[in-house]
């Protein structure tokens, strides 16, 4: 089938900062929603508002529903980290702490898949630690790393199957409307150090913003058309 696949972020909410440490938090029931917005609208539904979408963040053309009035059968659902993340540390907290969850029409088939970090990806990176940018550097220079576990292999099948198949129906249809729900069911906070100026022996150190330590995520769908249209069309 084609590709089904939606791009959810999580900003968190910068306080105090400059001469204090500064925290960025992710309240608890920040929540966010994949294939809640098409290729054109806002992106707020999926945590980054105020962008509008393109064929890069997802390939639905009408949020919540099937490209072409086709039904498809769901049997896997991957979660991975996109290139844009640098702060380990507040990923990791994420993935332990947020919950993700299959919506059809609202909330009248309402289905837990668990834990983000009970979701692999079914491709992407592939390391045991990642830049870090709310941890100071070291006296000599350079960045920082948190050492993180990675959400899976990178193998394109390292999916949680969905044996049975779940089926999202063409508009108009039962279980037609679909969302994926991501829910922080903890408020999840990291902190940076105080701004640090630049001096002899003294290697600087400025907090980073909110945007900069958003964590970006890509779900994508796995599965098949059930009753494809004809090879001519």
């Known amino acids: 089938m084609d590709p089904y696949y939606t791009r959810v972020s999580?900003?968190?909410i910068l306080t105090a900062g400059g001469a204090a440490p500064a925290v960025y938090t992710v309240a608890s029931g920040a929540i966010v929603r994949g294939f809640s917005y098409a290729i054109g609208?806002?992106?707020?539904?999926?945590?980054?508002?105020?962008?509008?979408?393109?064929?890069?963040?997802?390939n639905i053309v009408t949020a919540g529903k099937t490209i072409g009035g086709r039904a498809v059968e769901i049997q896997g659902?991957?979660?991975?980290?996109?290139?844009?993340?640098?702060?380990?540390?507040?990923?990791?907290?994420?993935?332990?702490?947020?919950?993700?969850?299959?919506?059809?029409n609202g909330s009248e088939t309402n289905?837990?898949?668990?834990p983000l970090y009970m979701v692999p990806g079914g491709n992407?990176?592939?390391?045991?630690?990642?830049?870090?940018?709310?941890?100071?550097?070291?006296?000599?220079?350079?960045k920082s790393f948190f050492g993180a576990y990675t959400n899976g292999?990178?193998?394109?099948?390292?999916?949680?199957?969905?044996?049975?198949g779940i089926i999202w129906q063409p508009e108009g249809e039962s279980d037609s409307s679909l969302v994926i729900q991501l829910t922080p069911e903890r408020n999840i906070s990291v902190q940076a150090p105080a701004n640090e100026a630049a001096a002899a022996g003294i290697r600087g150190y400025v907090?980073?913003?909110?945007?900069?330590?958003?964590?970006?995520?890509?779900?994508q769908l796995h599965g098949r058309i059930v009753g494809p249209r004809s090879h001519i069309v």
Request: a negative charge; proline letters at 9%.
């Open 10 to 12: 999580f900003v968190p």
């Open 41 to 58: 609208s806002d992106m707020g539904p999926g945590g980054n508002p105020g962008v509008f979408a393109q064929a890069c963040d997802t």
């Open 111 to 114: 289905i837990l898949l668990g």
């Open 124 to 142: 992407g990176f592939y390391s045991t630690n990642g830049e870090d940018l709310s941890q100071e550097p070291a006296i000599p220079g350079g």
């Open 207 to 219: 907090q980073p913003t909110a945007q900069a330590m958003t964590v970006d995520l890509m779900l």
């Open 77 to 104: 659902i991957s979660c991975q980290f996109t290139p844009f993340n640098r702060s380990a540390s507040l990923a990791a907290n994420l993935f332990t702490n947020t919950s993700m969850r299959l919506l059809f």
């Open 153 to 164: 292999l990178p193998g394109r099948d390292n999916v949680p199957k969905i044996r049975e």
